[in-house]
């Protein structure tokens, strides 16, 4: 595992919705009594380390957080390995017009929510560009080329899926050899 458990516990990266869709199910390790459903954590860190080998081939990522609560975590992420964030209002036109100030062409996406930030995911498709997404257990995973099953909602969860991507990215491009070279925090990324 790229963490201990205890520590994806404590980021709360297991705790999924009360719904569930037919895809996400796969990922789902229990429904509580309570009904919320409960992602498998070691099928969510073979997804983390699965992606991380994945992105570490492009050099222009682009990685989008409408959620408040990912602002800070892929803010941090996008500086550490070149990528470009965008946060808030992710406006029409970023990837498919060339005339639009903001436009940029990623070599890949990857988006916090698919739900929230579909504009980023409808135009990622139009482009024919991959797409990466943190799926909670109540996402729609069309269109989505890579899905991290994960609370994608929590600072917490989001902060430790980010710096484990940030690293695990470093290790596999070779800018840095082992764990302790990376001199992050989760603090640095929005978590606790």
């Known amino acids: 595992m790229l963490v201990e458990k205890e520590a994806y516990l404590t980021a709360g990266i297991h705790i999924g919705m009360k719904s569930c869709t037919k895809y996400m199910k ?3 390790y229990k429904v509580r009594s309570d009904g919320l459903a ?3 954590i070691q099928k969510v860190d073979e997804r983390i380390s699965i992606a991380a080998n994945f ?3 492009f050099k222009k990522i682009m990685v989008v957080s409408r959620k408040e609560n990912g602002i800070k975590a892929v803010t941090k992420f996008a500086e550490i390995i070149g990528g470009k964030a965008v946060t808030g209002r ?3 036109g970023t990837l498919t017009n060339p005339s639009f100030k903001d436009f940029y062409e990623p070599d890949v996406i990857m988006v916090v929510d698919p739900l929230i930030d579909k504009q980023a995911v409808e135009e990622a498709r139009k482009k024919k560009l991959p797409i990466v997404a943190l ?7 069309v269109d989505i080329d890579l899905v991290i099953p994960a609370n994608n909602n929590g600072k917490k969860s989001l902060a430790l899926i980010f710096w484990l991507l940030a690293r ?3 290790k596999k491009r070779g800018e840095i050899k082992n764990d302790n070279e990376f001199k992050y925090t989760l603090k640095d990324f929005g978590g606790e």
């Open 90 to 92: 992710f406006l029409p």
């Open 26 to 28: 796969n990922f789902v």
């Open 135 to 141: 799926c909670d257990t109540f996402n729609d995973c």
């Open 168 to 170: 695990e990215i470093l």
């Open 55 to 57: 992105l570490h081939r």
């Open 38 to 40: 409960v992602f498998n």
